[in-house]
């Protein structure tokens, strides 16, 4: 259903450092660059399966800030890879938040692997997997 998340950055080389490192575990290659027609870098990132994400320079000039109650979630093939994705992010630059990488008992979708993260700007991302 969707086609892509957009998240805004202060800082794009910053952020193309960090979503390089931590979406490599996900199968993503390097961002593309794509100059948007008001001059704002953008970076893009798929890793095969039909969605996107891209990370963008305000267009409207002010500041990047972060959508409280947002979270983009990346789906993950393993507990292992949930776990790598977040260390990734710790490790590249990355705030870790919440409870620790782990099983997660939820009332609304049954047993869950969760890990949650900020990036270098604050917006919130999570890993998640759906065991067998």
Known sequence: MLFHTMVG???????KRFYDKVL???????????????GH????YNNGNGTNLI??????????SVANGSTVA?????????KQLHDTAVAA????????????????????????FRDPDG???CGIHFPA
Request: aromatic content about 2%; glycine content about 10%; hydrophobic content about 30%.
């Open 123 to 125: 917006n919130k991302m």
């Open 41 to 44: 870098t953008r970076l893009i």
């Open 24 to 38: 490599a575990t996900l199968g993503a290659g390097e961002g593309t660059r794509n100059i948007a027609d008001s």
């Open 9 to 15: 950055s202060n800082d794009i080389e910053r952020s």
């Open 55 to 64: 990370v963008s320079q305000p267009i409207n000039d002010e500041p990047a």
């Open 93 to 116: 630059g990355g705030t870790s938040i919440e409870a620790p990488p782990g099983r997660r008992e939820t009332a609304s979708l049954g047993t869950v692997v969760l890990a949650y």
């Open 74 to 82: 990346f789906s993950c093939d393993s507990p292992e890879q949930v």
